[in-house]
Structures are given as C-alpha cells and as structure tokens.
C-alpha cells in the first residue's frame, strides 16, 4: 500500500469508532492523494469526521477546511435524502406496501453519525406478485421509471426517481438478478427471506428489514457480486465489520458460514473479515476466524479499485472475464478468455445495456456500442483489461471461488 492509502484505513478506522486522527504537521504527503482516495471510496464525510479537531487539522488547516466543506455539502444531501426515504416509505405504508429495505438506510445507522455514510439509493425487496401495485404506488407518488420501454413482469427489478427530490429507488423482486450465471445462485439462501423479515425502527419510522443472519448474509453476497463485475470499494467492508459488531448476538454464525461455504465464498467473507479487523479496528467473528487467509491481496484489490471498481474503465471491462470465469465452472464449460473481454455474454453486459434482458438477440448490438466506448476512450486497452482480468481471477482460485 502506498502512504494515502495506509492514512485513508487508519483515518476509517478513527471514524467508525468516533476518534480523531492522531496525524501531527506533515504526515500527509499529498492532500489531493488522500482526497481523490475518501472520494473514489464514497468515505469522503467518515474521513473528514476523523479529521475535524485532529492535531493535524490546527497545523494544516487549509487542506482539512477544503476537505470538510466537501463534506458537509454531502452530509446535508444525504439528511436530505433521508428524509424524503422515510417519508416515501410512511406512504407506502399507508397503502397498505411493506417493501423489506436492504442496505441504504440500515447500514447508515451503524454508524456513528448515519448521514457521514453516503448512499446514492435505497434497495427495496418486494413479492414479485405485487410488482403492479408498487408501480401504480410509485407512479401516484410522482416518481417515473428510469428505463423506458422496459417489460414489469419479467424485469428482475425496477428503478424509479422522483424528478424534484430526485430519490433514487431500486425495486428488487429477488436479491440478486436470477438470469445471472455467476451469482444468480446467491438467491437461493433468501428463498423466504421476505417471511423472516423483521421490523426497525429510525428516526421514529418503523421499517421492515431483512432479519440479521439475512442481512449480513446479504451483505457479504453483493460485495462477491460487485468484486466479479469489477470490484468492491472498502466502504462495504465497513458496512460488513460495523453490522456484524452491531447484530453479532443475533446472528445464527453456524447457517451464516454454511451458506457462505455452499456459495464457495466462505474464504471470501473470512478474507473481509480479516481486513476489517487489522485495518479497521473490528473484530473478527469467531465463526470465520479458523480460516486462515492471506488478506493482503484482497486488500490490494479493493484500494485500486474504488466503489464498485469504477476507478478504472479496464477494470470494468475486465468484469466480463472474472464473471465468465465463475459462470464456466458453475455451468461445466471451458473458459472463453480474451473472447470473453472483446465479445461478452448478454447476461454479464445485462447491467450496462438493460435492453439486453427483453431483447437477446440485439447482443451484436451492445457489442458495437461497447466497440464504441473503446473507441471514444484511449486510456481504456483491451490487453490492459485483460491482464487485470487474469489478476482478478487468480484471487478467485486463491479464494478457493473456483478452483
């Protein structure tokens, strides 16, 4: 790790417990470093927190009044965000709709100060049979799809924003798209999640949630999801260390290891895990603490690529391999490699090109505005895609993901 990225864990670490930097005069080698860093991770407010009244804010405190002020316009978007979810969310009830709330606001409030943990939108799991009426629910509200021309019925889910408080919210009909041949799987442990729902209670606004066991479980499985498409920001490693420190006694760590083990991700999780106790001062669940992993490389992984691996367009095109790589062995078949990369499956461009999911057979299509994007963006290289590519699934063998 290089010096911003050892100051951004440490400065994390601080925050999640509501301590200050330790930082004297000149431990930052490069403010601009260590602000590109929080920003690219979505952690900008948690590290500004860590900052405000720190030794090194009263000898530096140009970089560290540039870096709150950043902040704080995020923090009140957020409070504002938050306050126009909870007020949807009473009107939902008040017909009678209780979508179970996944992430978003439940990871907020573990933390110290919710609105310093950024979301851009809330998650919501519904009974795919009322899919009519959260649409006509949504639609009596002022929102509107984001997508046109898109089939209610046979989207696995559905955004919506509202055009003045522009709330974003996801609709999911199951936790994870089921036409995905990598991680489709992952939905079968939420099988009756909807039935194990339980209620919580913010800011005097009761909410169903997905119950502790499911919701970590949940947790762990969309962070594999986000490492096969491209990668997993250290923010959702906080969310995992802070809800298993929160919700550790109500969890059932026996189903939660053994479903993680039968998704092939048991050394994954162990892996996030270890991170958030050396680097973020959480501690290691003793369900996953006989496994022994090299954290390391996982670490490594998630610094260079950001929230959601969006740091880098080779790292996103690179996706297309690692979630071939998992769907080849799932399915029985070979590897497509580089073919992979320069003409990938309708199910892994499916995120990027919705229209996929209706329409297949436009795959050439996708193809060609794909070429495009190459084409339009010279720091993106198919060869450099695939090496990250080849990097990338090397860590899925040496996390036993697929052998």
Not at 142 to 148: C, D, P, R, V
Not at 298 to 314: K, M, P, R, S
Not at 335 to 357: E, V
Not at 364 to 373: F, I, S
């Amino acid at each position: 790790m290089d010096d911003s990225s050892k100051l951004l864990l440490q400065a994390l670490s601080c925050a999640l417990h509501g301590e200050r930097v330790p930082w004297e005069a000149g431990s930052v080698p490069s403010w601009p470093q260590l602000r590109h860093l929080a920003a690219a991770h979505s952690v900008l407010p948690l590290v500004a927190q860590a900052l405000w009244g720190s030794p090194i804010a009263a000898a530096e405190p140009e970089p560290v009044k540039a870096l709150a002020s950043r902040a704080r316009m995020l923090v009140t978007a957020q409070a504002q965000h938050t306050g126009d979810f909870l007020l949807l969310y009473r009107q939902l009830l008040r017909r009678g709709l209780s979508p179970v709330v996944m992430k978003g606001i439940v990871c907020r409030s573990l933390y110290p100060f919710p609105e310093q943990r950024p979301s851009v939108d809330e998650d919501l799991l519904i009974e795919p049979e009322k899919t009519m009426a959260y649409h006509e629910a949504f639609l009596s509200l002022g929102f509107a799809l984001t997508e046109k021309d898109i089939s209610l019925e046979d989207a696995p889910e559905l955004s919506y924003r509202h055009p003045v408080s522009r709330l974003y919210i996801e609709l999911h009909k199951y936790p994870f798209p089921p036409e995905s041949e990598a991680y489709g799987d992952c939905n079968a442990p939420f099988a009756h999640a909807l039935d194990r729902a339980v209620p919580f209670v913010f800011l005097d606004t009761t909410l169903y949630t997905l119950s502790p066991t499911d919701h970590l479980l949940f947790l762990i499985c969309h962070a594999y999801k986000h490492f096969l498409h491209s990668g997993v920001g250290i923010r959702q490693l906080c969310d995992i260390g802070m809800f298993a420190q929160r919700y550790g006694q109500e969890i059932d760590w026996q189903r939660l290891v053994r479903e993680c083990a039968s998704l092939r991700i048991d050394q994954m999780a162990a892996a996030m895990f270890r991170i958030a106790e050396c680097r973020l001062g959480l501690p290691m669940p003793d369900a996953f603490a006989d496994l022994t992993v090299d954290e390391g490389p996982l670490l490594e992984d998630i610094l260079n690529a950001g929230l959601y691996g969006t740091e880098d367009e080779n790292r996103l095109h690179s996706g297309t391999m690692t979630l071939d790589a998992v769907a080849a062995v799932k399915q029985g078949r070979k590897r497509r490699g580089m073919l992979a990369t320069l003409f990938p499956s309708a199910d892994s461009l499916a995120t990027r090109y919705p229209y996929l999911r209706r329409k297949p057979w436009l795959l050439p299509v996708a193809w060609l505005q794909r070429a495009a994007g190459y084409l339009r963006k010279r720091e993106t290289r198919a060869g450099e895609s695939v090496r990250i590519g080849e990097e990338r699934i090397a860590l899925l063998r040496q996390y036993q993901v697929i052998d």
